[in-house]
């Protein structure tokens, strides 16, 4: 297999989130690809099966530990570099989580841009053990919340709790138990926690912990970021339509930024747009 490696979520090689893109994995079982991505060694490779349909892919994703339903950097690193290879356009993924399109765009300076449509939205709530065991882990206490944004766990393709600091110092300082975290993720099913601070209603700062991916964690979260824009518009927190910016991956040296769309229309798909550079 060709492997190809890109930056996601960012127009310069030393930002964004490093993904492996496979454009033809004919073929290749999952003992395969789980294998490949841990030589790979980045939170996620893709790896597509082209279909007889043109634009129409199969995708699965993996982690060096595990395949997960959707992945929203690999999925902006995939289309970017499917459209290096056979130019811009509309593109139409078969993930485990359901059908995700995605459009292609170059830029007035070159650069290619990749905007996806999350599955449908949804949340779900945390019960107050879970959520108790979720914050000792973090080494947080429920003062550390911003009550303005109530704890869930939100779905776009792959679960996610969301948990909302009420002072950016506190996201700026992350140090977690790994094994109880994974643990409990495990036990869960969930992939990342989505751990935000709101700036303003158009700027939000994340860090997504990922240790069931064997990840400390990720510097960019398509899928997180498309199922915080789920959460907003289920509880009512954001004004619709709604685009909004989430800044991930500068706390480890390795700045990110994804922009979000929100349709108004309750249960449609959550847009996610980021550029990709080939490393």
Not at 117 to 141: F, G, Q
């Amino acid at each position: 297999m060709e492997i190809l490696r890109y930056v996601a979520f960012s127009a310069d090689r030393a930002g964004g989130n490093p993904a492996g893109v496979v454009l033809d994995a004919t073929g290749a079982d999952e003992v395969k690809m789980l294998a490949t991505a841990a030589e790979v060694g980045y939170s996620e490779t893709a790896f597509v099966v082209p279909s007889d349909d043109n634009g129409t892919l199969v995708v699965r994703y993996f982690s060096p530990l595990a395949e997960v339903p959707f992945c929203g950097h690999a999925t902006i690193a995939t289309a970017v570099a499917y459209a290096h290879r056979h130019g811009p356009g509309r593109l139409l993924l078969h993930t485990k989580a359901g059908p995700v399109p995605v459009t292609t765009a170059i830029d007035t300076d070159g650069a290619v841009t990749a905007s996806l449509e999350s599955v449908a939205p949804r949340t779900a709530s945390i019960s107050e053990a879970d959520l108790a065991e979720l914050l000792k882990a973090l080494r947080w206490s429920v003062e550390d919340l911003d009550p303005a944004l109530p704890p869930r766990a939100a779905y776009a393709g792959a679960w996610h709790p969301v948990i909302a600091a009420a002072e950016r110092a506190r996201l700026a300082d992350l140090d977690y138990d790994m094994p109880a975290l994974t643990a409990l993720m495990h036990r869960k099913d969930w992939t990342t926690v989505d751990l935000v601070w709101r700036e303003s209603h158009t700027e939000f700062h994340a860090r997504n912990p990922f240790p069931p991916g064997g990840v400390v964690e990720d510097p960019a979260t398509g899928a997180a970021a498309a199922a915080l824009g789920g959460y907003l518009r289920e509880l009512q927190l954001i004004a619709l339509p709604a685009t909004f910016t989430v800044h991930q991956g500068a706390d480890m040296g390795r700045p990110s930024t994804i922009s979000v769309s929100v349709p108004e229309e309750a249960g449609t798909g959550i847009g996610v747009t980021g550029t990709a550079v080939l490393i």
